[in-house]
Structure formats: C-alpha cells, structure tokens
C-alpha cells in the first residue's frame, strides 16, 4: 500500500465557541467532558473523533455537525 495524502478533517471548535461567546468551562460541562479533552479538540490534537462525543458538542452548542468539521483535501492531489 503506497503513501497517499487523503487529506485531513479540521476541527473548528474554536471558532464556535468564539461565535457563540460561550466558556470552555461551560462547554464542558454542558458536552459532559474534561475539559483536557476539549482542549484536544480545540487544539486539533484529537487523533481519534469519538461520535458520542461530538454529538454531546452538537447538543451543547446547538450546531450541525458541518459547523464543528471540515474536510481539507489534499494539496497535490494526484489523479
């Protein structure tokens, strides 16, 4: 199996915190999770996306599941 860039999700979680003016702290609490764990999203450290818990960010910041990832395709995409 060759290498291959398939490119990457992103995680904007910060940028909904940031839009919905709301604490980490809050958030947190209201998603169910330790905060270290939210620092993972936020930083985009998070190696494995647990759906439980980003249906627990989805509840808590009342967003579709498009406003906390994205996906960035490959810069040199080959065909």
């Known amino acids: 199996m ?24 809050k958030l947190a609490h209201r998603a169910e999770m330790q905060r270290t764990q939210l620092n993972q999203f936020c930083k985009g450290t998070v190696t494995r996306l647990d759906t439980a818990v980003l249906a627990r960010l989805c509840c808590a910041l009342d967003c579709k599941i498009e406003d906390l990832l994205e996906y960035v395709p ?5 065909k």
């Open 2 to 25: 060759e290498d291959r860039d398939y490119g990457t999700i992103r995680i904007k979680l910060d940028e909904m915190i940031e839009k919905q003016n709301i604490s980490k702290n």
């Open 74 to 78: 490959p810069e040199n995409e080959e």
